[in-house]
């Protein structure tokens, strides 16, 4: 019988000790037959599933162009081919055709879908258009020996469910917001330093983005907050920030430099960090701290490494709230030996807790400022 694991439960290291004949699966939603799915791959001794992608495809309640959903999928599939994985798969819906000739050839495998017979609802529902729409967005990505694939999407989920069931003391009523399911893949232009990190690339990840707030303006939506987990987003939602401004000039559509940065943010993190400066990096005491109170299961602080003797300058250096007028994007093992950036042992789940309700506190704060400029 086939041992199916999640991929994103593993840390990079682990990710580097896979066969590479290791069957790989990426499927479109969730509630697949994993049963047929072995009979379908031939019996693997193992199989690893990626996070599901939320949305995009025909039926899925969120569809956007057919082109444009497939060149997101075919980059993340091809950041797994690059790190030498030969069995690397698509799984979708019957009924799930590309058409595009560039994609003819995407390894897809198929089986009977509820979501084919039975389309799901609009998402998000009409009833919610008078609502500001979070767009959670995480990664897949490497986070030291100690933390698993999956940290900037377990974060930024958190924080988004969070946000929305917040109450401030008045008005004793929860965050006008609607969010929508997280997306656990984004952008890393520096994947190769270490495996297991994916890559939808810029370009697609721009596209992708532009072409769901185009279908949400169309069916009247018109206030966006797009959040981000991970640093390597940051940029790119700049640019969709842009263009949906200038494309549609009714909407507010809004987004911030990571989560836990803006005035409520980093008060927290001043208050209870015990690091220097170049200790929350990447992988280290924050995000250390947010998994350790939100899935301790899966931190592994045997393996913890505290690197902070990394490249900086009075212009450029790295910490959570980056400064320094120098932007730049260096190899990762440049500077890191084991893919953290930062003190991940001084990380605790008391701080996790206090750092995620600072994070909270501080995006529904953003919701109600987004109500005000629309």
């Not at 000039?249 to 990571?258: D, H, K, V």
């Not at 990447?282 to 301790?296: I, K, N, V």
């Not at 003797?309 to 500077?335: C, H, K, Q, R």
Request: net charge negative; glycine share 8%; proline share 6%.
């Amino acid at each position: 019988m086939t041992n199916f694991f999640n991929y994103d439960d593993l840390t990079w290291d682990e990710v580097a000790d896979l066969p590479r004949d290791t069957p790989l699966v990426l499927p479109l939603g969730s509630g697949y037959d994993t049963a047929q799915l072995q009979n379908q791959l031939s019996n693997p001794e193992r199989c690893g599933l990626l996070p599901p992608f939320p949305f995009g495809w025909r039926n899925s309640g969120l569809e956007i162009p057919d082109q444009i959903f497939w060149g997101y999928i075919i980059n993340l599939l091809d950041s797994l081919r690059d790190d030498g994985f030969t069995r690397v798969y698509c799984l979708a819906p019957s009924g799930i055709d590309p058409q595009s000739s560039f994609i003819a050839n995407l390894p897809i495998l198929r089986q009977g879908h509820v979501s084919m017979n039975q389309p799901k609802p609009f998402l998000p529902p009409d009833t919610e258009r008078e609502k500001v729409i979070l767009i959670p967005i995480g990664h897949t990505e490497q986070h030291g020996f100690h933390l698993p694939l999956s940290v900037d999407t377990i974060i930024i989920d958190a924080i988004a469910k969070g946000t929305v069931l917040y109450k401030s003391n008045s008005p004793d009523l929860a965050t006008r917001s609607f969010s929508l399911p997280v997306m656990p893949y984004g952008v890393s232009t520096h994947r190769s330093s270490f495996a297991g990190t994916l890559n939808a690339g810029g370009r697609a990840f721009e596209d992708f983005w532009m072409a769901v707030i185009d279908t949400l303006v169309a069916r009247g939506f018109n206030r966006f907050y797009l959040m981000s987990g991970h640093g390597g987003n940051t940029s790119f939602l700049i640019n969709i920030v842009k263009y949906a401004g200038e494309r549609h000039r009714r909407i507010f559509c809004a987004t911030t430099w990571l989560h836990t940065s803006g005035s409520i943010g980093a008060e927290a993190i001043k208050k209870y960090r015990t690091s220097k400066i170049g200790g929350m990096g990447h992988a280290g005491e924050l995000e250390t701290s947010f998994m350790l109170h939100l899935r301790p299961d899966l931190c592994k602080m045997e393996k913890v490494v505290d690197e902070t003797d990394f490249v900086s300058t009075p212009d450029y250096y790295m910490d959570w709230i980056e400064g320094g007028s120098l932007v730049a994007n260096p190899p990762w093992d440049d500077d890191t030996k084991t893919g953290a950036y930062g003190a991940g042992s001084h990380a605790t789940a008391e701080k996790g807790k206090l750092w995620l309700e600072a994070a909270i506190q501080e995006k529904a704060n953003h919701v109600e400022q987004i109500h005000e400029q629309h």
